[in-house]
């Protein structure tokens, strides 16, 4: 199987961004040292697009992913190091959305 990609909309409650991508970003390492990682990055509005950008606001963020392969994946969702986050930033969660690719 070839490569997946993930796009992850994490929308975070009012205020509650920063405080998440905080959490996120010390995950960062285990998650790029799992078997099959090939990228992995939270990304938010880029400043000053004009108009030809549509924004998902300041309460979400959006984590671009590569991995090696589904079966990669779905080992990542079942990390510790993933449950432990997904414990640590349930209550500040309002919403995600992840969105599994291939390539077309």
Request: glycine residues 6%.
């Amino acid at each position: 199987m070839s490569n997946v990609h993930v796009v992850a909309v994490i929308t975070t409650k009012p205020g509650q961004r920063d405080a998440v991508l905080s959490l996120f970003n010390a995950n960062v390492p285990a998650v790029l040292a799992e078997d099959g990682c090939i990228a992995y990055e939270a990304t938010i509005d880029t400043p000053d697009a004009g108009p030809m950008q549509a924004s998902f606001g300041p309460d979400t963020f959006v984590v671009i992913e590569k991995w090696a392969s589904l079966e990669a994946l779905g080992a990542h969702a079942r990390s510790d190091h993933m449950k432990a986050y997904a414990n640590s930033t349930k209550d500040m969660l309002a919403g995600r959305k992840i969105h599994i690719l291939s390539p077309a």
